[in-house]
């Protein structure tokens, strides 16, 4: 049953491929730590791109409320801006002389 190596050479053998699975693992482990760190930051980048989101969310919501606010006040300048300019158009209309047709202008 001897294949000819002796119980030292078993040994070192042994510690050897213990040193290299140890080495695999370790290399395992950097790598798993890189990929990890890159997860957090990540889902660093996620969380900002959230609070981003609710921040525009909310501003527009405000916006919205505003707008549905103050729309009769934007409503009423525009009706007594359209009655200022019918009154001017108006007084400017009777202010003028009225020519009858075909008399040249001195």
Known sequence: MSDGYSRT?????????????????????????????????????????????????FGLAAVM???AALFPVFFGLGAQIRELA??????QFQSQPVRPPNTPQR
């Open 9 to 57: 050479e078993i040994d070192a053998k042994l510690a050897q491929s213990a040193a290299e699975t140890d080495t695999k693992i370790a290399r395992i482990e950097g790598k798993l730590d890189l990929v990890i760190s890159k997860l957090d930051a990540v889902r660093d980048d996620n969380r900002v791109t959230r609070t981003n989101m609710w921040v525009i969310g």
């Open 65 to 67: 409320v505003v707008v």
């Open 86 to 91: 019918q009154r001017e158009v108006q007084f």
